[in-house]
């Protein structure tokens, strides 16, 4: 098993809708949780990032960690034809180690 | 700043050969990632360093991937010799230690073909 798991996808939605994406993680000890996002033929940029447990809420995104449950979530309101990309979150335990990534869920909004 | 900098971009590569990626990181920036990224298996930490030291190797996938950083500013991977099933996008980034959390600033990779 994965240390963070992540359905793949692919999502598709119309414009406007609200997307609920979400991973869930193993490891007891990861303490960073990020959201990356990822176009086409380019590399991941980071999109969120959470410390433990909460929301954090950015424009039309919201991250949110349920340490719990070991359970990720993204959440986009009023999604754009321009979210249309690979959402992948990460993790990771503590300073200096390095991040642990989902497989990525493939996102696609249509206008 | 430039970002991070991969070289090639493309690479084509027949089995059994010499492949070399190359990465330019963000100056400044003390630790350094290598990523492999498939449909099948997503992305997966290969190696990083710290200070231009190796920190944790064990996602090298054998005897036959190798990776340097001899100075702050140059990172190469090496694959020795090739197999189809090595190919897939190889993604370098850094990283800055602000003691947790650190932001992974991605290459655009390299997108490797082993026929």
């Known amino acids: 098993q994965k240390e963070v798991e992540q359905d793949p996808g692919p999502l598709s939605v119309p414009e406007g809708a609200i997307v609920s994406l979400n991973c869930t993680y193993s490891?007891?000890?990861?303490?960073?949780f990020m959201w990356y996002r990822q176009y086409s033929r380019k590399g991941p940029e980071l999109l969120m990032y959470?410390?433990?447990?909460g929301n954090k809420e950015d424009g039309r995104f919201t991250a949110q960690v349920d340490k719990s449950s070991k359970y990720i979530s993204l959440f986009i309101r009023d999604s754009q034809p321009s979210d249309s990309a690979t959402y992948l979150c990460?993790?990771?335990?503590?300073?200096?180690?390095?991040?642990?990534f989902g497989k990525g869920t493939t996102l696609s909004v249509s206008s | 700043d430039a970002g991070v900098i991969q070289s090639p971009r493309h690479e084509v590569t027949e089995m059994g050969q010499e492949v070399t990626l190359r990465c330019k990181p963000i100056?400044?920036?003390?630790?350094l990632f290598w990523y492999r990224q498939t449909m099948m298996r997503g992305l997966e930490l290969l190696i990083y360093f710290n200070n231009n030291v190796p920190i944790d190797d064990s996602g090298m996938p054998e005897d036959r991937f190798s990776a340097k950083m001899p100075n702050a500013s140059f990172s190469t991977l090496k694959i020795q010799p090739s197999e189809p099933r090595d190919s897939a996008v190889y993604f370098c980034?850094?990283?800055?230690?602000?003691?947790?959390?650190?932001?992974?600033?991605f290459g655009s990779g390299t997108q490797l073909s082993v026929l």
């Open positions: 100056s400044g920036h003390d630790y």
């Open positions: 990460a993790s990771a335990n503590q300073a200096g180690t390095a991040l642990i």
């Open positions: 980034a850094s990283s800055i230690n602000r003691g947790g959390g650190e932001k992974l600033f």
């Open positions: 959470t410390y433990s447990s």
């Open positions: 490891n007891s000890a990861f303490q960073y």
